[in-house]
């Protein structure tokens, strides 16, 4: 009974992963025919100047970290092979861990810009008028939520990926760790983006357990975002909107068939 359990919960968050990951198709449509590049404009140049810092940022950094390593490498032989190791190490270890900061900063300074876009999809999905957040109360009212909810998430991202990152430089275990790393990320990027509709009709608790009982959808919705972030340039300035309006439509959906609140 329990194996049937565990089959079916794996079974439902396979699923909810594919199909959030095809709503991306649903969301470009929806983009075009409500016409909201428009609400872009912000968070992409949010998007841009944070890409640029933090790309910059481990770029040099990387050359830093590999001659620190590759210093307590005391021998002469092998020398060249041990820094270009220790440098691609390090820029790996940098990349990772920069990509986790500058999501969660992105979400959180975008939320107030994000809202309303996740408003008017909801709106055209639903057919009917949806609670609005407007004014400079509601304004820092988001940013704050955000902030909180994405340094939470920051901190747990980082305290899971940190060990898994050492181990992912262990042969076997490696790759295992390296996938892990990136459902990790990808669970916590979709979360931040649930939020923008969730933050609606749910309190911070709330929230949480709703994510936790669809993290097929977070997965699946952060799972393109991340890795539509190594599209250059384009990735950076418009992921974060794309990847809302995808939330959005598999959040409502979800909210229809699970929450009473949504149909009040």
Partial sequence: MCYSLVNSIQDKMIKDILSSIKTYFKAMRIIKELNLWKYFFVPALIGLLLGGIFFTTAYSLSDNLGTYLSSFWKFDFGKDFVTTASTWIGGFAILIIG??????????????????????????ITRKETPKTAGKSEFIKLLLRSLRLNLRNLIKELLFTLPLLILSFIPVIGLVATLLILFIQSYYTGFGNMDYTLER????????????????????NGLVFTLMLFIPLVGIMLTLPIATVASTVDTINRLEETNPKFND
């Fill in 201 to 220: 009709y749910l309190n911070y608790k709330e929230s949480k357990a709703f994510v936790r009982k669809n993290k097929g959808i977070a997965v699946g």
């Fill in 99 to 124: 990509l986790i900061l500058y999501k969660h900063l992105l979400m959180a300074l975008s939320a107030p810009f994000m809202t309303p876009v996740s408003e008017k999809v909801e709106a055209y």
